[in-house]
């Protein structure tokens, strides 16, 4: 073993003097160390052969993060490879880095290292500034390597910490999806055999994908297992004058993640539209498509659409993945006032249920979530959407054609001879298929549909302004519920601040002398784990109008959208921006989202 490298025995004495462990816990890991080593190992390399190498670059922080402790320091904060290597760098005097893959380099890292040395000494290359090269290193305590690296290099070496869990993986990803695409270059005036393949795809493992010699398809592969780690919700391949570039949107955001040769594009897209079923030869009009990967354990479907742009065909990948789009309807983000109310307009057994806002706020989680509360054996769930978003079991699902006069209100019609229960229809687009909605919740079905509209009172009227008729409305609509996604303070660098009156003024809010601690609110400092935006993951705000005697009479005398809303106001409705702001005082959200989100109401 490299005696350069810190001992178990010397990072357990650290974490003991530092409060993070027992002198009893740092005794019970040095007797087990080479155990739990050879495990490691073992699990690291999948065969004795291979075993016996890894052996000797297992870390001790992966020794000591392997036994899944909690710091004693931080109660509720595990021991971790990441608080360990933080614990170490502030003793060494040395910058402790969590890797950001959005960040990365890839020409950089590629063209500075070669494969083997990186994976062999666990050196991943961050930045170059000057004469200066950062790289992430897995040992603090290695300077034949730092003088290594300077001379292989010719430049100056500045370290800094990261796990080599991480290192290991993004060496991985970055050289496996580079060596992809330029293999992939090389063959592409030779053409690539793509083949005919089945619409379920078992992607390879990206440890796997380094031995598999189909270049394209270890590409495309790659780029859907990063768009699986990094929680994506959609994946852009954006054809350019002299590369294709590709965009991940990541909670509502779109990020650049990496640009590949201009050859390899039409071969990507090809790939993508074999899985998809897509015409390969048509690349003048649009198209679309769909197929299915398995995530872990999991089906995730992908919705597929090409468009013809300036420099070729764009491919957006739309990701749909059954653990965030089909959720308890308590997860959505509902306080529990909201929740009961919700409950009450769905559990009726009869009347439309309208849900509102602009694409992108979240109204398919609601409606495929609401389904799914909705559907047992004794009921007939059918949808009509367009196209269908994600293929479920228990629903009987109709995709609009337009080709063969399969439109919403034909499929409205005709499915109303197969005996259903709840009709889910994806969007109230004209008149006629208002009718077939209010006629279909008249005659005793649950109707749950959306349509494009900023605020709740506005659905109302944007009912009417279709022709539909007032006293049909005010008899069948139980309610509206319009939303919009905001995006949560990050839990890992939330910090509390006070709102300025300039705020206030923004919120309408007016706050009376001596109750100071209601301007407290969250906001996120910025760190790796949310790529220092401050922000992770989404929530719902919600503005639920429920239709009373009151809402009634004001639909039958064609009142407009304020005199609704002064009306449902005065029944305690919360308006989208009070739901913003409740959530804003309860350190869920932040002040700039709740702006951003109910800009337009």
Known sequence: MNE???????????????????????????????????????????????????????????????????????????????????????????????????????????????????????????????????????????????????????????????????????????????????????????????????????????????????????????????????????????????????????????????????????????????????DLAEKRRPQDGRFKTCKEDVEVEMRVSTLPVAFGEKVVIRIFDPTILIQSTGELGFDEEEHLKFLKFIERPNGLILVTGPTGSGKTTTLYSTLRHLSNPQVNVVSIEDPIEMVVEEFNQIAIQPKINLTFSSALRHILRQDPDIIMLGEIRDKETADQAIQAALTGHLVISTLHTNDSASTITRLLELGANPFLIASTLVGVIAQRLVRKVCVKCKTETILTPSQLDLLNITILPGSERALKVAEGSGCVHC?????????????????????????????????ITRAAKADGTKSLRESGIKKLAEGITSFDEVIRTTIDI
């Open 531 to 563: 790529r220092n935006t401050g922000l992770y993951g989404r929530t719902g705000i919600f503005e639920l109008l429920e239709v009373n005697d009151t809402i009634r009479e004001l639909i039958l005398n064609n009142a407009d959208a304020p005199s």
């Open 4 to 278: 350069q490298k810190i001992k178990v025995k010397d990072l357990l004495d650290i974490l003991v003097n530092e409060g993070h462990i027992s002198q009893e816990q740092g005794i019970e890991i040095n007797v087990k160390k080479d155990g739990i080593r050879a495990r490691l190992a073992m699990q690291e390399a999948k065969s004795v052969l291979r075993a016996k190498q890894a052996r000797e670059t297992i870390t001790a922080a992966q020794i000591i993060a392997s036994c899944k402790l909690t710091s004693l320091k931080k109660y509720d904060e595990p021991l971790d490879e990441d608080l360990i290597l933080k614990t170490l760098a502030a003793q060494r005097g040395l910058d402790y880095i969590k890797i950001d893959p959005l960040k990365l380099e890839s020409p950089l890292i590629t063209s500075t290292l070669s494969l083997p040395f990186a994976r062999r000494t666990s050196v991943l290359p961050l930045k170059q500034e000057g004469d200066t090269l950062t790289v992430a290193v897995a040992e603090p305590d290695d300077p034949q390597l730092f003088e290594e690296l300077s001379v292989l290099t010719k430049k100056k070496i500045k370290p800094v910490l990261s796990s080599r869990t991480d290192i290991q993986q993004f060496i991985t990803e970055v050289y496996g999806f580079k060596k992809s695409v330029t293999s992939a270059a090389k063959e592409m005036s030779t053409g690539v055999d793509i083949g005919n393949l089945e619409q379920l795809f078992q992607l390879n493992k990206v440890d796997e994908l380094e031995s598999n010699d189909k270049h394209v398809i270890n590409a495309v592969d790659y780029l859907l297992h990063y768009a699986y780690d990094q929680r994506a919700s959609d994946i852009h391949i954006e054809p350019k004058r002299e590369h294709s570039q590709v965009r991940m949107r990541i909670d509502g955001v779109l990020h650049n993640i990496y640009k590949i040769p201009k050859p390899v594009h039409a071969a990507v897209v090809s790939r993508i539209k074999t899985m998809a079923r897509i």
